[in-house]
């Protein structure tokens, strides 16, 4: 185990969450209900958030995959008369907490993963830019809780990702001084997390919505998926 890491903080959605599994149809689901009957609204919507209708996804870097709900009801509101910011959080939030996460591995893998980690003597935690409340709920639901010290929504610190907040706010609960904690995501957004909070070391997986392509130049380090993680840190002891 390298002396300089410590801690470990995860983004959740592509990385143990399928965002395209979870996120697409959830948010097409949001949009319907926010354009009330309007399918030219509904597409509207999720134009704006980053869908690909032709892909059906969300683009890289999107507000969907990339940002949090002040984000989307940023561009939302103005397109929705009459709904106030208020309004349209708390109908995206409430969403998001009852959709369906789906695991990005087996119950049994994503388990064996983190506890292996865990074994390492590595303090875990989550920052999303989901909810904390959904956040929270994922976890449980994927019978996770105990291996994160902290899990943190974009609702959690003043500023959110792409700001350094998440990994301040992780370094400052745990005691670890930022530049022994690593960040591990799928997109910009964490990346860029890291390097304001002051990351050791910024990883990027390849199992969310972002290329290899896109996250070369902004992270330390590029591997398929988090079941590759014991193995990068077993190869930065030498």
Same mark, same amino acid.
């Given at each position: 185990?390298?002396?300089?890491?410590?801690?470990?903080?995860?983004? *959740?959605?592509?990385?143990? =969450?399928?965002?395209?599994k /979870?996120?697409?149809? !959830?948010?097409? %689901?949001? @949009?319907?209900?926010? &354009?009330?009957?309007?399918?030219?609204?509904?597409?509207r919507?999720?134009?704006?958030?980053?869908?690909?209708?032709?892909?059906?996804?969300?683009?890289?870097?999107s507000?969907?995959?990339?940002?949090?709900t002040?984000?989307?009801?940023?561009?939302?509101?103005?397109?929705?008369?009459?709904?106030?910011?208020?309004?349209l959080v708390?109908?995206?939030?409430?969403h998001?907490?009852?959709?369906?996460?789906h695991?990005?591995?087996?119950?049994?893998?994503?388990?064996?993963?983190?506890?292996g980690? *865990?074994?390492?003597d590595? =303090?875990?935690?989550?920052? /999303?830019?989901?909810? !904390?409340?959904? %956040?929270h @709920?994922?976890?449980? &639901?994927?019978?996770?809780?105990?291996?994160?010290?902290?899990?943190?929504?974009?609702?959690?610190?003043?500023?959110?990702?792409?700001?350094?907040d998440?990994?301040?706010?992780?370094?400052?609960?745990?005691?670890?001084?930022?530049?022994?904690?690593m960040?591990?995501?799928?997109n910009?957004?964490?990346?860029?997390?890291?390097?304001?909070g002051?990351?050791?070391l910024?990883?990027?997986?390849?199992?969310?919505?972002?290329?290899?392509?896109?996250?070369?130049?902004?992270?330390?380090?590029?591997?398929?998926d988090?079941?590759?993680?014991?193995?990068?840190?077993?190869?930065?002891?030498?």
């Amino acid at each position: 185990m390298t002396d300089a890491i410590a801690g470990v903080l995860f983004d *959740k959605d592509g990385v143990f =969450v399928d965002f395209e599994k /979870t996120w697409t149809p !959830a948010l097409k %689901a949001i @949009a319907a209900d926010a &354009a009330n009957g309007d399918r030219f609204l509904e597409m509207r919507l999720l134009d704006v958030a980053g869908f690909d209708p032709h892909a059906d996804t969300f683009s890289p870097g999107s507000i969907w995959a990339a940002g949090h709900t002040d984000d989307l009801v940023e561009v939302w509101v103005p397109l929705l008369n009459g709904m106030s910011p208020a309004a349209l959080v708390e109908k995206v939030n409430s969403h998001c907490l009852q959709a369906a996460s789906h695991p990005v591995f087996p119950r049994d893998e994503g388990h064996r993963i983190f506890s292996g980690l *865990k074994q390492l003597d590595l =303090v875990l935690g989550v920052a /999303t830019n989901d909810a !904390a409340a959904s %956040a929270h @709920a994922t976890v449980t &639901a994927f019978g996770l809780a105990n291996m994160f010290d902290l899990v943190l929504g974009y609702d959690s610190v003043a500023n959110p990702k792409p700001a350094g907040d998440p990994l301040l706010a992780f370094a400052s609960h745990t005691g670890i001084e930022p530049h022994r904690v690593m960040m591990v995501g799928d997109n910009a957004h964490d990346m860029q997390c890291g390097r304001a909070g002051g990351a050791g070391l910024c990883v990027g997986v390849l199992s969310g919505n972002s290329t290899r392509d896109q996250l070369d130049p902004l992270a330390d380090h590029v591997i398929d998926d988090i079941s590759h993680l014991q193995a990068l840190l077993a190869s930065l002891e030498h």
